[in-house]
């Protein structure tokens, strides 16, 4: 699996602080990564599409995870360009990180992360800090082998097995 990381910040963009949190993702999904691409971008929206549609459209990323962006500050705007480049939701994988995350703490319902599809890339909007990101990714490793071979076009395994 190819896995593209792409951490929204304006001060790790700045040069002012270091990026933990997609060093986080890379060590999560090592185990299941042949290949990662990494961007860092400012908490701006066309730059934020911008980098989501690089990594899923011209990388052929199979899955790709933001980290940061997705609170309430005013230049939290994750979801908003997530939501500009994806084709269809995928809202259970969102919940079932924030049911998870309401577990740890109530702040997760704080939370305005989307995922979604693209293409045949999977986009999941991960939280800016490396614990929370760290506990998002462990809700979804397990389903993200079925996930991307179904977009894939591989579907023989799929169909009506839910709950067996």
Request: aromatic letters at 4%.
């Amino acid at each position: 699996m190819k896995f593209g990381i792409i951490c929204i910040s304006d001060r790790c963009y700045r040069g002012e602080c270091e990026d933990k949190s997609g060093v986080s993702i890379a060590e999560c999904v090592k185990e299941i990564c042949n290949e990662s691409v990494y961007r860092l971008v400012p908490d701006v929206q066309i730059k934020i599409a911008k980098a989501l549609c690089e990594l899923a459209d011209d990388e052929k990323c199979d899955v790709v995870f933001t980290t940061g962006g997705t609170g309430f500050a005013p230049r939290d705007v994750t979801p908003e360009a997530t939501r500009a480049v994806i084709e269809k939701e995928v809202p259970g994988i969102s919940e079932a990180i924030r049911a998870k995350s309401l577990e740890i703490t109530e702040r997760a319902m704080l939370s305005r992360a989307v995922s979604g599809i693209r293409g045949k890339t999977l986009i999941i909007n991960l939280p800016g800090s490396p614990k929370a990101v760290r506990e998002s990714i462990e809700v979804v490793l397990p389903v993200l082998p079925h996930a991307v071979e179904t977009l894939s076009g591989n579907t023989q395994n799929c169909g009506g097995n839910y709950g067996k």
